[in-house]
């Protein structure tokens, strides 16, 4: 099985140091685990999530933890690299397996991401509601977290525009939401998957409106910084 890394250089090469080398896109054929090490939350991550409306108990609930150092553990061999400050990893459960996307937002080396997921895994899914009137599809797990906490609406995220859902997913929300949405980025990338998505699937799409360069739901609700406009301005849509 294929997996795309994104902030791995030349991996027989490294040694267990915490340092990172530069880096291009490499397709790695063998197996290879992603780990990471928990730290315990910071004053600053709070402050950082909360930017986007987002309390520790919706973390928590969403098994996103800070961390200190990833982990890559290729033919036996572990690799350590120290993590950035701001370092978060987001941990999903399916089908009695855990993978990892770990995001480092302020990363400005070519190492914002890394991730084991696979296409098939839709973040949040474990987490919704049985049955409901709406549910959300978002193009992250931040915008999806965002989007819930503030207004209600259960949300899920592909694991990013461009991303497909499988046949059996669909029919799930189908049959446990009476209604459902798409709200991806209102960039010329997100617009077209949204309608690409919603043409596929005969779920409602909705386009995010373009207020100061917010692309996304979560920059919208920092541009905004008023919870009650983001409110309105989302349950309108």
């Avoid at 709406?134 to 990013?160: E, F, H, R, Y």
């Avoid at 996304?216 to 309105?232: E, G, H, M, W």
Wanted: charged share 25%; hydrophobic share 35%; net charge neutral.
């Amino acid at each position: 099985m294929e997996h795309l890394w994104e902030d791995l250089s030349n991996i027989a090469n490294i040694d267990n140091n915490f340092r990172q080398n530069s880096y291009s896109k490499i397709k790695i054929s063998t197996p290879v685990k992603l780990e990471c090490k928990v730290r315990e939350w910071k004053d600053y991550d709070l402050k950082y999530w909360s930017e986007f409306g987002i309390e520790l108990k919706w973390l928590e609930y969403a098994d996103v933890y800070p961390i200190s150092h990833k982990i890559i553990i290729k033919d036996g061999k572990k690799m350590v690299f120290a993590a950035d400050k701001y370092a978060y990893a987001y941990v999903e459960f399916k089908e009695g397996n855990v993978t990892l996307k770990i995001y480092q937002p302020f990363n400005k080396s070519g190492f914002k991401w890394s991730n084991n997921h696979d296409k098939s895994v839709i973040s949040l899914w474990t987490k919704i509601p049985e049955f409901g009137d709406k549910v959300c599809i978002c193009s992250s797990l931040k915008d999806a977290l965002c989007l819930w906490s503030n207004t209600g609406i259960p949300c899920i995220a592909v694991q990013g525009e461009g991303y497909t859902m499988s046949d059996t997913a669909v029919g799930e929300l189908k049959r446990r939401y009476k209604q459902v949405y798409i709200l991806f980025d209102n960039d010329e990338a997100g617009l077209l998957d949204g309608v690409k998505l919603a043409e596929s699937t005969g779920f409602i799409n909705r386009v995010l409106p373009k207020i100061n360069d917010a692309k996304d739901v979560s920059d919208l609700y920092k541009t905004l910084k008023n919870p009650i406009y983001f409110n309105k301005l989302i349950l309108g849509l």
